[in-house]
């Protein structure tokens, strides 16, 4: 699979960022690499990846710091590497703007789809830009900058939520479930996924307003444009 798209590696273990980083360029990718914290900040904002693998337990700041700071920077797909399958990291690194996220120990080859998926979810939600669905009531919609607005005020929405407002958005009123959501907006039907649908969905209504997501219990979810 022939790719120009850059990724960075932050992993402070040498022999796990070392294995990341042959595979990742081994399937195509332009790989640049950090080992702490401070360096990951610092080779994101000179090598402008397009998309960023990252380890919580990082010296210097931890992966959730890093996720914080980046994604002030601009907005970029992350995937997120945990050491457990704690459920509390996870929380806390999709509330910061990671994506998607990896338990250690995983498969290389795991790993190499995730990052393909990410980047396609990326080129999709600019495909459906075409649609212009922009009209969501008293909030508006720019597909293309990516932005949302209530009134004058700016909506802050991490690179995920954006694409699963704009899937949403895509079909008003319609209920869409939970595994069209994870094909449409994370691009792996996993089985464990419904969990990473609803935690995104909870943070979503968290900002645009609880009252614009209508949950179908037991199937999924419909944007309501209060229209
Ligand atoms: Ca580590």
Redesign the pocket.
């Known amino acids: 699979m022939g790719t120009n798209r850059r990724v960075l590696v932050v ?3 040498p022999v796990i960022n070392g294995a990341v980083t042959d595979r990742l360029a081994a399937a195509g990718y332009d790989v640049v690499r950090a080992f702490d914290g401070p360096g990951a900040v610092e080779q994101f904002r000179t090598s402008e990846p397009d998309v960023v693998v990252l ?1 919580v ?2 010296p210097g700041l931890d992966g959730h710091e890093v996720c914080r700071r980046i994604q002030a920077v601009r907005p970029v797909p992350v995937l997120m590497l945990t050491a457990a399958d704690d459920e509390t990291d996870v929380l806390v690194g999709l509330a910061v703007g990671a994506d998607d996220y990896l338990t250690k120990p995983f498969r290389m080859r795991e790993l190499v789809a995730r990052v393909a998926a990410l980047l396609r979810r990326v080129e999709r939600a600019a495909e459906l830009t075409e649609t212009g669905t922009t009209d969501l009531g008293d909030r508006r919609l720019d597909p293309v900058a990516r932005r949302v607005w209530a009134g004058d005020d700016e909506v802050h929405l991490t690179p995920t939520e954006f694409d699963l407002l704009l899937c949403l958005a895509a079909s008003p009123g319609v209920v869409l479930t939970r595994e069209r959501l994870l094909r449409e907006v994370w691009d792996w039907p996993g089985a464990s996924g419904t969990r990473t649908v609803d935690s995104h969905v909870k943070a979503l209504r968290a900002k645009i307003g609880a009252e614009r997501v209508r949950t179908v219990h037991g199937v999924g979810y419909a944007l309501e444009t209060g229209r």
Do not use: R, T
Request: glycine letters at 0%; hydrophobic letters at 35%.
């Open positions: 992993e402070d273990e380890d337990m990082l």
